[in-house]
């Protein structure tokens, strides 16, 4: 009886200790676990998010009539089916059926729906490109149901970055936050009118930073509700700073999936800046076309790690054209900073004023050099096509590495400024799996530059099997390292 008592007294002190013990521990980590409160943020941060509709020329079955929000058409199945049976039934009366977009009546020209913030109390609002795009007329309100006919300032399509201006004194506006503080995991709010729903506010976390979707912008990636509506408005900070503007979404639906991405305002600041000036956005350019550098070329072509743009092709009568830069070269640096991925060197060249004799620093053939490149202000893209003229010369084939190839026409060679190398006649096996298609012309292996067929073989002969191939291959304009696992 007293063993009993006495195992049932350490079995009890063994539980306390324990609770206690998680109760030190939910006290030491329960800022990490405990959840924030939004109402005060909210409060201060949503006089200065306006609702944006806008008006276009023409007609469009899909118009919305005045004064009604926009709502999508739904399956029956669809979740938010009963929801907007509910709240926005045809005719305004609930219990009448799914919601329908009204007919616009004839000379009723269509309506979008989005939204925006002040940045100043003058009257300058942030918005998206795709939300005033083409519009005639852009209309703003506030939560106070105040109305503003805005003017664009300017837009710039390439970072879906809008301007826009109202006219007035006083206005409530919010404050910019530092996105280089911020973190995966901090908490996040948006605030927006999805389906034209004024002022909706949703909230979560950031997901991931630096996300790759556009040339021009490293988004933010959250998991905070988005939707059609959405585009335009602030992703504030818990300190209610607006630290991004929701752009855009993933779905598979055309409704939030769970991702949303939303431009960093330090981004967003620059190109408003420039539109605030001069209206527009100029951007520099060095005439090059990039590509992502992997794992396998860096370790053929002796890099430390898997970084820096390919150079695809390059533009002859471009700056880089002219400065010496060829296809097949990696740009790692450039005016002193680095290029750790293929997408940050459009965003250093295009911040840097056009004009400016940059520093260029590459990796060529096994060795690092220095070239100097003047940048010039970027105009409408080129793009160049061709397609290597069928020959029928001798073919060598070397099946280990799946490719049969030829002799290099003169003709090619001359119209691609090629000093030699071989072209692919046919392809299967290996090289098929590594992306090889028949037509493309290789231009070196393993940093070694190929002249001739014979030079190929000879190269391809003194080869270790059980290791990577890396070849530099042309196609058309464009130059690829393209690595082959036998």
Known sequence: MLSNRVTYTFLFSAFMFGFTSLSNHGAVYGKSYGLPDFTTLVEKASPAVVNIRTTQEGNTPQANMPGLPRVPELDENDPMYEFFKRFFPPGGNPGQGPPRQPPSPRGQPPRGVGSGFLVSSDGYILSNHHVVSGAGRVIVTFTDRREFTAKVIGSDQRTDVALLKIEGKGFPSLKMGDTSKLKVGAWVVAIGSPFGLENTVTAGIVSALGRDTGDYLPFIQTDVAVNPGNSGGPLLNLNGEVIGINSQIYSRTGGFMGI??????DEANLV???????????????????????????????LKAASGALVRSVDPDGP???????????????????????????????????????????????????????????????????????????????????????ALPIAIAKKLKLRGGVVISSVKGAGSSAGLVSGDIITSMNNQSIQTVKEFSSMVGTLDRSKVVVLLVRRGEEAFFIPIKP
Not at 260 to 265: C, E, L, R, T, V
Not at 276 to 292: A, D, Q, W
């Open 260 to 265: 949303s991405f939303a431009i960093p305002i």
């Open 272 to 302: 408003a800046e420039q539109l605030k000036v001069t209206g527009k956005v100029t951007r520099g350019r060095i005439g090059v076309l990039i590509g992502e550098v992997s794992k396998d070329v860096a370790d053929g072509l002796g």
């Open 320 to 406: 880089s054209g002219k400065a010496g830069v060829k296809p097949g070269d990696i740009i790692l640096m450039f005016e002193g900073k680095k290029i750790d991925r293929v997408s940050d060197l459009p965003r250093v060249v295009g911040r840097t004023k056009p004009g400016t004799i940059a520093s260029v620093r590459l990796w060529r053939a096994g060795k690092s050099l220095s070239l100097k490149v003047e940048v010039e202000e970027m105009a409408a893209q080129r793009t160049a096509n061709f397609t290597p003229e069928p020959e029928k010369p001798v073919v060598t084939v070397f099946n280990w590495l799946g490719i049969a190839v030829e």
